[in-house]
């Protein structure tokens, strides 16, 4: 790591020459794979972006002029470039720092970013701040990886081509989203790929940029001197670069989907260091899916660019044909073409993790909710966990569950799962959001099948003095809590809600007549969740509630078991805290 | 009306001659004049919209073709060939149907719609189901009126691109949003109508749409000429069409932002038939920021295409000068905008309408709360109230407050609205919330001017048994409250809490010396709101907590007392409800 080594800070950077860059890129990539290769993370799109980011630093002069980079996925060169090649090259340095854009860690990011299409917006901001100060420096976004289809990246193209001012937006166009790209936009970016960028029918003109069109972007020396030309410039600009995903890595160049985001793996073969085998839940929904649409033609999958969430690789996409629909990276598109594909007779599912349902709280709310139509959503992931700050799936139940009219089910078994998938999906009624188990467990009776009369918890058994409450993916939680309060003497009453968009209030009251105290556990954030609606529910009587859940709070890559214990998630706290009120 | 007579239904409408269109027009627009100048309601757009609104029904069969109306503001001429003419034209018919989409009210609409952007999603779904259903019609979506900003449409407009089967999208230009339009889109369309359509730097073209365009919109002859031959299309296709917003009506024609929504006014001159006089919560905040940027460069007021509803007419815009941002209807870019303003250093304050704040969940929880940084949003209207199902205001606090980070606020006077709002503009520590007075109350005492001590409650009125932690708007209630409990020979104790979005445990737990029940009245849905936290917080006291707000649902253009009523919302109710639990 000759070279690498003597660069710090983007102004060493300066001292290079062209052949010495190159040189460098190759010890970037090295530094990127050998991050990956240990602790997991981004691959395809860190490696095709580090000739531009090498171009980007060697043009500009950051922190004074500002790169704004989207969603994080190509963050690592920067982050390499920027005072943090440790978390790169050694262990210990790797847990230093994250995989996303942090202004904790350096002067040289300005947002904490994890989710796509936000860097046009914020650049934006950057820059008028700029002009009402009368300062003077470029500010730059750099977006692609199929950020581009997100709504928010259009509105703010749309108003960062009005500012009247220097803001440089660089496109990543490595021809992939997460998965392959989707939608009319990118027809355009192929139209001005194949002629080099000059195709008179060009959206971002259309739109009022100044435009340059960058064939190589995986060479330094053309990103540097089509960056030079630009650098300074008074104009909304977009520079188009065309750059290899996964480049320079054989596996990462083959399979680009695959190697988008990774796990350990070794470098030499790009095998992965784990296998997971046995049952897991994206097999079964896949399954569930595959019958169901040999009988009804009306059945579409509906997904927002994570398709790899729920294990649908290619060919399970190539075998669900007209019946999945990945919309690219647009979640607000993809709840109201759910809903209206529900108004319309057909049978809609959108998959969709927790982290980011809540890009759409306004389409759930009036495109689906206030119109009643019958889709169902299924949210993956959902609850604590040791996630980055920027991906936590603990706030769905609180966003979801206040929303009039949306049923949230939440299933405890991969039966349960089923039934409740396969009931959602054949009534016509409501509009029905699932949150699927994290892992498989199976039922010891039959579930039900019916969950048409809502709010109907169930008792799965009877006991007195103290109820426990536990939902969905903390039902095992429950369970274990029952068996903690054995030594105590105490029989509890164990009861799965099923629903956590409403309160049974038939079984509440029930629990009046022998019952101390009632406690919820839940997989998600205390505020505005579950638990609430069941104290609010006993607010008037004597019934004593004790809720369990997540503070509101950003965790970010917390130890799990660690954050249980400070939230007293385990058993043994729940059972002292519920001792304390009944001596 | 002789024509008009004559229609009933859109079929009607096809035994009519290009001559009898045109008068049948103007009748139109006589009973969208009638309906608004009575009653009030969207002018401008549906004056303008007339002409095509014909055309579409005379060449198109809905409702086998299906036409989806874009946030309904131009949906009166649709309406009144769709069976509700009586909506226009009879007092009684006026209350009858409302003003917007809904498939309640007749098989010609297809949703419940009053937000904005959301056609082309809509219509993607639908078309999308007709194809997996093998059927054969027309999906047709009408967009316009500044609604082509919003991520949603764009990301729409992505995917109808590429949907391969038949879609047409009107879009309607009448070069205006609510106020003017803001951004790149409307350059591009402005070239095409300089144009004549023919621009070859085509956004439309360039996301692989089929093209028409429309000089004269409010032809009806050259609109059936267009519609009819890409009538049964099979690809996505888009007619922009160029009409004149308030067409017909003088005073419309002349002032088209004013016009764009009306209070009831004399149809001969255009006159309001009501004033408003008085102090207003629009005039305190516009002469404040008036004040402040004349001492501080850095203030910007951002703005997401609804001026009006914060009292910012063209001239206080134009006063404001580089200080206030009107980003189009884009709430999403607005708060990512307004958190990179403030860590560029600038002192941003985003004014958004509670209806529409939920539009942009995510870019507050990421873009906004994740980084910390100081920006201030005013939220107006926020309450229970008598608006349409798609205009509420009730579910702010439950979205907004349980968002981790975010301070929300609820001033009870103007004064402490004043000094909350100097307050956030001024500190350098958290993104805040204020949730606007809608009424001026003028505040008896000073109130405090430093809120950085956060989730402090301020009490009133130090009384015993009873306490009352009423909120915001709800403060006035409280007092009244306290007015009902006299009789019975309680004086409970009163309490502002300031702070939505946390409980002062110490106050809390001060009440338990001597106080019985807690009270909290909540001017919003009680599901995941303020109240709900109090009840959590008592949960293992003996401490009874009754929390009165709004149910979880959807209401519609409801009587406000008895909405208070049926939600137990009046003092008397309160008071009984009270009683019963301290006998």
């Known amino acids: ?14 001292k290079l020459n062209i052949d010495e860059m190159k040189i460098l890129a190759g ?13 997991g993370g981004h691959v395809g799109p860190n490696l095709g972006i580090v000739e531009a980011t090498i171009a980007l630093h060697y043009v500009f002069d950051s922190p004074r002029d500002k790169i704004v980079w989207d969603v994080s996925h190509q963050i690592y060169p920067h982050k390499i470039l920027t005072e943090r090649k440790e978390g790169f090259l050694t262990p210990d340095g790797m847990n230093k720092i994250s995989g996303y854009s942090n202004q904790d860690e350096s002067v040289h990011d300005f947002f904490k970013v994890g989710h796509t299409s936000t860097s046009v917006s914020l650049a934006c901001g950057l820059a008028k701040a700029r002009d009402l100060k009368k300062e003077k420096h470029n500010v730059i976004a750099v977006i692609g990886d199929g950020s581009l289809s997100g709504g928010e990246a259009m509105e703010g193209l749309n108003n960062a081509a009005v500012l009247n001012s220097n803001i440089i937006i660089i496109i990543n166009d490595n021809e992939m989203s997460i998965a392959e790209n989707h939608g009319g936009l990118y027809k355009g970016l192929g139209l001005l790929r194949d002629t080099n960028g000059k195709a008179e029918c060009n959206m971002f003109k259309a739109l009022g940029f100044d435009y340059h069109y960058v064939e190589k972007g995986n060479d330094v020396k053309s990103m540097i001197d089509v960056l030079s030309k630009i650098k300074d410039t008074e104009k909304p600009t977009i520079v188009h670069i065309h750059t290899q995903k996964g480049k320079g890595y054989q596996p990462a160049e083959t399979d680009k989907e695959k190697w988008h985001w990774n796990m ?17 839940i994206n097999d079964m929904t896949y399954q569930y899916f595959m019958d169901k649409i040999k009988k009804d033609n009306t059945i579409v999958l509906v997904n927002a660019g994570t398709p790899g969430v729920f ?25 109201a073409f759910s809903s209206a594909l529900a108004k319309g007779g057909a049978k809609p599912v959108y998959l969709v993790m927790s982290s980011f349902i809540q890009r759409t709280y306004d389409q759930l709310s009036q495109d689906l909710a206030l119109n009643q139509n019958p889709a169902v959503i299924l949210v993956a992931w959902g609850g604590i966990s040791g996630a980055d700050m920027t991906h936590l ?14 049923v949230y089910l939440a299933p405890t078994t991969a039966e349960e799962y089923m039934a409740m998938l396969d009931w959602a999906v054949e009534q016509n009624t409501y509009p029905v959001v699932i949150r699927q188990p994290k892992s498989v467990e199976h039922a010891t009776k039959a579930p039900n099948k019916d969950y048409g009369t809502l709010n109907v918890y169930q008792v799965e058994k009877q006991g007195k003095d103290v109820a426990i409450i536990a939902e969905g ?32 209030e038939n079984c ?32 008037a009587d004597d019934m004593k509630v004790l809720n369990f859940g997540a503070l509101k709070e950003f965790t970010d890559r917390a130890n799990l078991q660690a954050l249980y214990e400070r939230y007293h998630l385990t058993p043994k706290q729940i059972v002292e805290d519920t001792l304390k009120l009944i001596k």
Chains 1, 2 share one sequence.
């Open 393 to 406: 799936c603990t706030f769905d139940i609180s966003m979801v569950s206040n929303i009039p009219n949306l």
């Open 264 to 280: 350990p793996f070794e470098i030499e073969n790009g095998k992965s260091k784990y296998s997971f085998d046995g049952e897991n």
């Open 1 to 14: 790591m000759s070279i690498l080594n003597q660069i710090n800070q983007p102004s060493d950077l300066k």
């Open 311 to 335: 294990g649908l690789t290619p060919d399970r996409r190539e075998k669900l044909g007209e019946h999945f629909v990945d919309v690219g990276i647009a979640e607000e598109h993809a709840v």
């Open 508 to 539: 509440l009251n029930s629990l009046k007549a022998n019952h101390k105290v009632v406690i919820t556990l839940e997989d998600g954030e205390l505020d505005g969740g579950f638990g609430e609606k069941i104290a609010r529910f006993y607010g």
């Open 27 to 39: 010890e970037i990539r090295d530094a990127v794979l050998k991050r990956d290769s240990m602790i």
């Open 473 to 504: 993916s903390f039902f095992a939680l429950g369970k274990e809590v029952c068996k903690a309060f054995e030594p105590h003497n105490i029989k509890p009453t164990l009861i799965n809600p099923r629903y956590l968009s409403g309160v049974d």
